[in-house]
């Protein structure tokens, strides 16, 4: 079956503008997890949804960064006032639920001008 | 909070050699863990996972990774290494106390070079 997707695959912007990432999850997968991929800090959690609700947020970075989940399926990640240091790589991934093998999408690729 | 160790950055290995990857995590009870592996330009690929049970678990394209809780270790090994492994390999410990499998949190990787 499809997996994760994500778009678009690549973005440039530039500094100060506001940004949108999407990720399509499994279809039937009731949790979404986004994770930030970047040289100097790893592979670091974001922001994990269960259904359309987000019961941990804690690695937003700022107040900057939001997520929202629309019917149990579609996420965006919105960054807003982007600046150079948001420029990493954006994963989601998704599992059929919070206690489930987490997979990943291809990523979104951030650069931030 | 977890933590996981990847005390390896780089290594290199000669195609057919055998290979272990090391990983060390820091959680004050069993975790669950995982083994992700990434090629360049590449999402994360699952290869294997230990929730519970048996503590040598197999993977696919042949790994294998032995949980040893005396040692909080999850090292993974392949046998004979292919040139198509060559990647970067994620160690990820997942917490269990709340009963859930979210907020993966990752090593730094280890980025597996194969000589021909």
């Known amino acids: 079956g499809a997996g994760v997707s994500q778009s678009p695959s690549n973005k440039v912007t530039e500094k100060g503008k506001d940004v949108e990432l999407r990720c399509d999850p499994i279809?039937?997968?009731?949790?979404l997890y986004w994770y930030r991929q970047s040289l100097g800090q790893g592979l670091e959690f974001l922001i994990y949804?269960?259904?359309?609700?987000?019961?941990?947020k804690s690695g937003l970075p700022s107040d900057r960064f939001s997520a929202e989940r629309t019917g149990g399926s579609v996420s965006t990640l919105t960054i807003q006032r982007t600046q150079q240091e948001d420029s990493a790589v954006y994963l989601c991934?998704?599992?059929?639920?919070?206690?489930?093998?987490?997979?990943f999408g291809p990523g979104t690729r951030l650069t931030v001008l | 909070a977890q933590s996981v160790t990847q005390p390896d950055i780089h290594i290199t290995v000669s195609e057919g050699a055998s290979l272990e990857l090391r990983c060390n995590y820091s959680?004050?009870?069993?975790?669950?863990l995982f083994w992700y592996v990434q090629s360049p330009g590449q999402g994360l690929q699952l290869l294997l996972k230990?929730?519970?049970?048996?503590?040598l678990v197999q993977g696919i394209k042949g790994f294998e990774a032995e949980f040893k809780r005396s040692q909080s270790s999850f090292n993974l090994r392949k046998p004979s290494v292919h040139w198509s492994d060559a990647a970067e390999y994620f160690c990820a410990v997942g917490r269990r106390d709340t009963g859930t499998a979210s907020k993966l949190t990752f090593g730094t990787g280890t980025r597996l070079q194969v000589t021909l």
């Open positions: 959680y004050g009870a069993t975790p669950y």
């Open positions: 230990y929730f519970s049970g048996d503590t």
């Open positions: 279809s039937g997968h009731t949790a």
């Open positions: 949804f269960q259904g359309n609700s987000a019961p941990d």
């Open positions: 991934a998704s599992s059929r639920d919070y206690t489930d093998t987490q997979y």
